[in-house]
C-alpha cells in the first residue's frame, strides 16, 4: 500500500497498490490517464495506466 496520500489524486480502486485505503487517494505524485479505445466518448473509456494490481 502507498504510504505518501496525494490530496490531488481521489481514488476508489482498492485493489491497485497505489492507494491508499485510508485516505481514498492515490500515493503516486502523478499518474496517467489513457485509453483504450480509438474515438473515446464516454467516460468508461478511460483508464488509468498507473494502476498497479496490489498481490
Known amino acids: 500500500m ?3 496520500a ?3 489524486i481521489a481514488c476508489s ?3 491497485c497498490a497505489n492507494h ?10 502523478k499518474i496517467q490517464v ?3 479505445e480509438n474515438d473515446p ?8 495506466q498507473s494502476f498497479a ?3
Open 2 to 4: 502507498a504510504e505518501y
Open 6 to 8: 496525494n490530496k490531488a
Open 13 to 15: 480502486i482498492y485493489n
Open 20 to 29: 491508499c485505503a485510508d485516505d481514498g487517494f492515490c500515493g503516486l505524485k
Open 34 to 36: 489513457g485509453t483504450h
Open 41 to 48: 466518448n464516454q467516460e468508461e473509456c478511460t483508464d488509468c
Open 53 to 55: 494490481h496490489r498481490k
